[in-house]
């Protein structure tokens, strides 16, 4: 089926530790977001692209890269993991331009220790 | 700048009654609205979107949204709940300029009685 793929869906880390959140879509979207979702704060944006080799910062990137090197793939990668970081990370794509909503993976749950 | 303010953090209602989830957006551009619902354990769906079309929305599962420019609102509503509908409702305004940034709200838990 046509969407977005998050891997893994549940992770734990010690902290420290790097990890990489790998986000896949097959609808030929030039844009990409990832997210985290923290209780009573809505979404944030961590990093975002605007197509194939292009990324740039959200509101909150400390500690996170990301890279684009094709439309489909953009993972997000964990440098060392704080327990701050603990949250529900969300990708989605869409179509470049203001009037097309987000397709949004079914998000990873991680938690650091 | 670009806000969204949902007015209420939870919202109950009986199944079979009205649902109304308040939103207010500032913009210092002609905004895009969205509405998103997730459920439990689950990633956003588009409920419905305002893009300077009619003001009047009809999204799916029977939701619709009224923008209403003079009082910079986008609530949601439904006429008749349904257990189903029981889930968290983001409101999201797009920020025009350049980037075309999304900005969420921090969200409304919705909790539908039998």
């Known amino acids: 089926n046509a969407g977005v793929t998050q891997t893994p869906k549940f992770q734990v880390l010690k902290t420290g530790q790097s990890m990489t959140l790998q986000c896949a879509q097959d609808?030929?979207?030039?844009?990409m977001s990832w997210y985290r979702q923290d209780p009573g704060m809505g979404l944030r944006l961590i990093h975002y692209?605007?197509?194939?080799?292009?990324?740039d910062q959200g509101e909150v990137p400390n500690g996170y890269n990301v890279s684009r090197s094709t439309t489909e793939d953009f993972p997000l990668r964990l440098l060392s993991a704080a327990p701050s970081q603990t949250s529900v990370y969300f990708c989605?794509?869409?179509?470049?331009?203001?009037?097309?909503?987000?397709?949004f993976g079914s998000g990873t749950r991680l938690t650091v220790v | 700048a670009q806000s969204v303010t949902q007015l209420d953090s939870h919202v109950s209602v009986s199944e079979g009654t009205p649902v109304l989830l308040r939103c207010n957006y500032s913009s210092s551009y002609s905004p895009s609205l969205f509405w998103y619902v997730q459920h439990p354990n689950k990633g956003l769906q588009l409920l419905l979107k305002?893009?300077?079309?009619?003001?009047l929305v009809k999204g799916i599962n029977g939701f619709e949204a009224e923008f209403k420019k003079s009082e910079t609102s986008f609530h949601l509503t439904k006429p008749s709940a349904h257990m189903s509908d029981a889930a968290e409702y983001f409101c999201?305004?797009?920020?025009?300029?350049?980037?075309?940034?999304?900005?969420f709200g921090t969200g409304t838990r919705l909790k539908v009685l039998a």
């Open positions: 305002y893009t300077s079309a009619a003001t």
């Open positions: 989605a794509s869409r179509p470049t331009g203001t009037n097309y909503g987000y397709t």
């Open positions: 609808m030929n979207h030039e844009y």
């Open positions: 999201v305004v797009s920020v025009t300029s350049g980037t075309y940034k999304y900005i």
């Open positions: 692209s605007v197509g194939a080799g292009i990324t």
